[in-house]
């Protein structure tokens, strides 16, 4: 069974770091890419970036280039969405998706991390 | 960049109802159109990809169709497990974009 499981809910103060993580199991971590995708609060969903686990080939929204950095460790199926210094703007649900084989579409999510900033 | 305009923003219906949404694109995305439903406190999923194909799971009452520019989804009659939201989807390059949701709401 495929599933992609996130670190827990964070609560953080502005000018912090931070990074959150994305543990795939049931398929082969290294050949499907993990995306990020941000939903404020109240809001829609917004694709971030997306990076290639096998080779650590990342992709970037324009939206999101150079205010986030994507990572993966193929060594523990894992992937991750870091941030150096947040801002309160930066609060929101936070996903990692799986990229479909086909390559247009999210065909797995993970459970979603809350990240809260607040002074 | 693509974006997509998803209406009606709000559809209120009575369980029983056939509900339609729409999806429109600022240019042309072929086929590559996937459909989300998402419910509060739920993390979304894949109902439909490639405009027309349901997911693994995703009952028959669900239905996409469309290419090009505009793209529907239809629920042929609502379950009570149906009222969520639901967003469009499209890649283009290496560009992921998603519409603003519609909420289908009891009425």
């Known amino acids: 069974e495929v599933q992609l499981v996130q670190s827990g809910a964070e609560v953080k103060k502005p000018g912090e770091s931070l990074k959150i993580s994305c543990k795939g199991s049931g398929y082969s971590f290294t050949s499907y890419w993990i995306g990020w995708v941000r939903q404020m609060p109240g809001k829609g969903l917004e694709w971030m970036g997306i990076?290639?686990?096998?080779?650590?080939?990342?992709r970037y929204s324009p939206s999101f280039q150079g205010q986030v950095t994507i990572s993966a460790d193929k060594s523990i199926s894992t992937a991750y969405l870091q941030w150096s210094s947040l801002k309160a703007s930066d609060t929101a649900m936070y996903y990692c998706?799986?990229?479909?084989?086909?390559?247009?579409?999210?065909?797995?999510w993970g459970q979603g991390t809350l990240v809260t900033v607040s002074s | 960049e693509i974006v997509l305009t998803q209406s009606p923003a709000t559809l209120s219906l009575s369980p029983g109802e056939r509900a339609t949404l729409s999806c429109r694109a600022s240019q042309s995305v072929s086929s590559y159109l996937a459909w989300y439903q998402q419910k509060p406190g739920q993390a979304p999923r894949l109902l439909i990809y490639?405009?027309?194909n349901r997911a693994t799971g995703i009952p028959a009452r669900f239905s996409g169709s469309g290419s090009g520019t505009d793209f529907t989804l239809t629920i042929s009659s609502l379950e009570p497990e149906d009222f969520a939201v639901y967003y469009c989807?499209?890649?283009?390059?290496?560009?992921?974009?998603f519409g603003g949701g519609t909420k289908v709401e009891i009425k």
């Open positions: 990076i290639y686990p096998g080779d650590s080939d990342t």
């Open positions: 490639d405009a027309s």
């Open positions: 989807q499209q890649r283009s390059n290496w560009l992921f974009t």
């Open positions: 998706v799986r990229r479909s084989p086909a390559h247009t579409y999210f065909d797995y």
